[in-house]
């Protein structure tokens, strides 16, 4: 929280230099794949055990969202370079995990995306716990385009194997313009356009529409690293498959982006001259080259153990007393204090009645915000019942 306030405000960012200091971004790094992993071999055991039936799943979500932490952090601090250059040998991990991440953002186009403002009753703790999970995931994973960028402009500095890994064994500039091509951040809904912005889902004038968006910006620019800078071209293999990939991009360089982002006629020119040259085949040379270690040593430590990970998980962490969870309740409240978390938000909250900037919350749940005392009552009917269910848990926790 504090890193994201320094970085908001403009001011000197102690955080960043403390986690360059110290070494901690190798440290973060591990943690970033350790939940990944939790997420996917553990937590769906949790979710499948008839026997759990947790009376407050929120230690739990705070697991979940650990992820979320790990990444806003590293996409706060990963803007500046020495960050970058401090994460060592781990920055192979964090680029393996930005693939796996947006691989999967690439999958799930025509499945339509998450809708983190819809409200939806579920038949158990666990089944909404997915869901909350699953419209996490979502932002954590634009949260990685955003990281992947930022490597990308340290292209010059990194390792060899680093490098190659981008460009030869995941074929990162194809995936960027599958990409561009889907924007999974963008949707129709009710026919008006609309796109994923500061954690949810925002109508665009048609003003707006030919506006060059944060996430599109980000893709173009880490495009424009990997192709143009002299250390990418000499390792990357323009096969036949990539060149087709790469020609889709001239569709997308309308004047209007290039108004934009001036920058980006220079790629406009590398695939006017890509359209004329002769394909190259994949070179076979005998390469060694450094590997990711962390996702690989974590599943060999713990194969056949996820079942046994999850039952202990239950018993000693997620089955807490009420007197440790009101403990736990009591840091997290200290920690996440909604004087900060509201510094932090990137926009001012919105009445839940006329959509007008509210300034009033709802003083029995704290969840809903308001512009008067009139919209309130107006909404209660629809608010009433969800606002008595989150008073009760917060008093239970």
Request: charged share 25%; hydrophobic share 40%.
């Amino acid at each position: 929280m504090q890193a994201i306030l320094d970085a908001t405000a403009s001011q000197g960012e102690p955080i960043q230099e403390l986690l360059v200091t110290h070494g901690k971004v190798p440290t973060l790094v591990e943690e970033l794949v350790s939940v990944e992993m939790w997420k996917q071999k553990v937590f769906p055991v949790l979710c499948r055990l008839e026997d759990f039936k947790p009376q407050n799943t929120f230690p739990i979500y705070m697991v979940l969202h650990h992820e979320a932490s790990i990444i806003n952090l590293l996409e706060t601090v990963f803007f500046h370079k020495e960050v970058c250059e401090s994460a060592e040998e781990t920055v192979l991990d964090l680029v393996d995990y930005c693939h796996r991440k947006l691989t999967l953002l690439v999958a799930r186009n025509g499945h339509g995306s998450p809708d983190v403002e819809k409200e939806s009753h579920y038949s158990n703790p666990m089944q909404e716990l997915q869901k909350q999970a699953e419209m996490m995931e979502f932002e954590i994973t634009l949260k990685a385009l955003s990281v992947l960028r930022y490597i990308t402009d340290c292209v010059d500095s990194l390792a060899l194997s680093t490098l190659s890994r981008m460009l030869s064994t995941h074929n990162l500039p194809c995936l960027l313009v599958e990409l561009l091509e889907h924007s999974p951040w963008r949707r129709r809904e009710g026919g008006k356009l609309q796109q994923f912005e500061g954690g949810r889902w925002q109508t665009v004038a048609p003003s707006e529409q030919q506006k060059l968006s944060k996430l599109d910006g980000q893709v173009w620019i880490a495009l424009y690293n990997l192709l143009l800078s002299p250390e990418a071209q000499a390792r990357y293999c323009l096969t036949s498959f990539a060149k087709g990939q790469l020609l889709k991009l001239r569709a997308f360089l309308t004047d209007t982006l290039l108004d934009q982002l001036p920058n980006l006629a220079d790629l406009q020119a590398f695939l006017a001259h890509l359209a004329l040259a002769e394909t190259q085949t994949p070179k076979k040379d005998l390469v060694l080259e450094q590997i990711p270690e962390i996702w690989q040593r974590l599943e060999q430590e713990n194969k056949g153990k996820w079942r046994a990970i999850a039952k202990h998980q239950l018993r000693h962490m997620f089955s807490p007393s009420e007197q440790d969870l009101r403990l736990q309740a009591r840091r997290w409240a200290e920690t996440y204090r909604l004087d900060v978390l509201e510094a932090v938000a990137p926009e001012r909250p919105h009445c839940a009645y006329c959509s007008a900037e509210a300034s009033k919350r709802c003083s029995r749940c704290q969840n809903e915000w308001y512009c008067c005392r009139e919209c309130q009552v107006k909404h209660w009917e629809k608010h009433g019942k969800v606002c008595a269910r989150a008073a009760q848990d917060g008093r239970a926790k």
